[in-house]
């Protein structure tokens, strides 16, 4: 879990609760009387409730943000670009896995060791920097409650608001190293028990990672390291179903997917990990125009 940030002061989270109860109280079933199924509810109601309630810490440019990412989880599949790649650029990683399974200390540890061959940036979803990310951080600290439609989505709209700052980098020669992006996603959400596919479509196009690190721990060892517990998710029985997902063809379709023993130790886990990034770099300098791919688009 990422340390609080305290974006929001109590009284504006008051305020957020309050707009979000009005948005969301009459979507769930047999709350609107009509005899019409209610509409699934989802971000754009989100976006219209705080621009509505006019939050103070939330200000128009911010809107704004929000409203240009939810454009993106919206766009039909046949219209999604490729990504502008230039020669020589970046390599883009992953880290996934369950909770407590080491993502953090060993992409930190990835991002160090690329540091000293060229320039890296580390990052990590949810990015609970951003107005989004913020929302995100009172969820998953229960400060807020949200459909698990809605919350899916805003997970989706965090990647896409930094999805061009993520390929600028890459094309300015910057690794990536990022904790959790889209199979966290779709594997968390599904795992409540929304549609699996339903889950992948608003991340569809995000750019493909270069390889993706997934850490296998069984969830007696993640619930045994410290911090387990702290935020909504984090039981054994949703890590269980989580760890299902994972394990789905469909999420890895089309990604380099490596499989990690992130049982022992720190130092093991990480030679492991570095010796197969080092070959992926070494590919990449032999093939220097490698395309940064659309997720999941021929999913
Ligand atoms: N979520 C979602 O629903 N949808 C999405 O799209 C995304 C996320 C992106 C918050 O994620 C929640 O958001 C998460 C998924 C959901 N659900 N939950 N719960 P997060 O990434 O901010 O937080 P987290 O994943 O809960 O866990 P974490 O704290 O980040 O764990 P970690 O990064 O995998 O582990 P760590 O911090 O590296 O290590 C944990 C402890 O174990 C620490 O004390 C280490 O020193 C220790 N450790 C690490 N490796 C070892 C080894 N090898 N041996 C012994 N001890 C170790
Ligand atoms: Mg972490």
Request: aromatic share 8%; glycine share 8%.
């Amino acid at each position: 879990m990422a340390a609080p940030l305290e974006r929001f002061t109590e009284e504006q989270v008051n305020e957020i609760r309050e707009a979000l109860a009005g948005a969301f109280c009459q979507t769930k079933e047999g709350e609107t009387g009509s005899g019409v199924a209610p509409e699934m509810p989802g971000l754009r109601q989100l976006l219209i409730a705080l621009e509505t309630a006019k939050i103070s810490s939330i200000p128009r440019v911010d809107l704004d943000r929000m409203a240009a990412a939810v454009e993106m989880l919206h766009r039909p599949r046949d219209t999604i670009p490729a990504w502008p790649v230039s020669p020589c650029r970046g390599l883009f990683f992953v880290f996934e896995g369950l909770d407590r399974s080491g993502k953090s200390t060993q992409s930190r540890k990835l991002h160090q060791l690329l540091e000293k061959a060229g320039t890296a940036k580390w990052m990590c979803f949810p990015a609970r920097s951003t107005t989004m990310g913020g929302l995100i951080d009172l969820y998953l600290r229960r400060l807020i409650e949200l459909p698990d439609e809605v919350v899916h989505q805003l997970f989706s709209a965090n990647r896409w608001e930094l999805a061009t700052s993520i390929v600028e980098d890459l094309n300015n020669g910057i690794s990536v190293i990022c904790d959790r992006y889209a199979f966290s996603g779709v594997a968390y959400s599904a795992a409540k028990g929304l549609d699996f596919e339903w889950c992948q479509a608003p991340d569809i196009g995000l750019p493909t990672p270069d390889g993706i690190f997934f850490l296998h721990i069984d969830e007696t060892v993640g619930a045994s390291r410290s911090g387990f517990g702290d935020e909504r998710y984090e039981n054994a029985e949703l890590q269980a179903k989580v760890r299902q997902v994972f394990q789905q063809p469909a999420l890895r379709a089309g990604v380099a997917w490596h499989d990690v023993n992130g049982a022992r130790g720190i130092e093991d886990v990480h030679a492991e990990i570095a010796a197969a990034a080092m070959a992926i770099q070494q590919e990449e300098q032999e093939n220097k125009s490698r395309p940064i791919l659309p997720l999941w688009k021929s999913a």
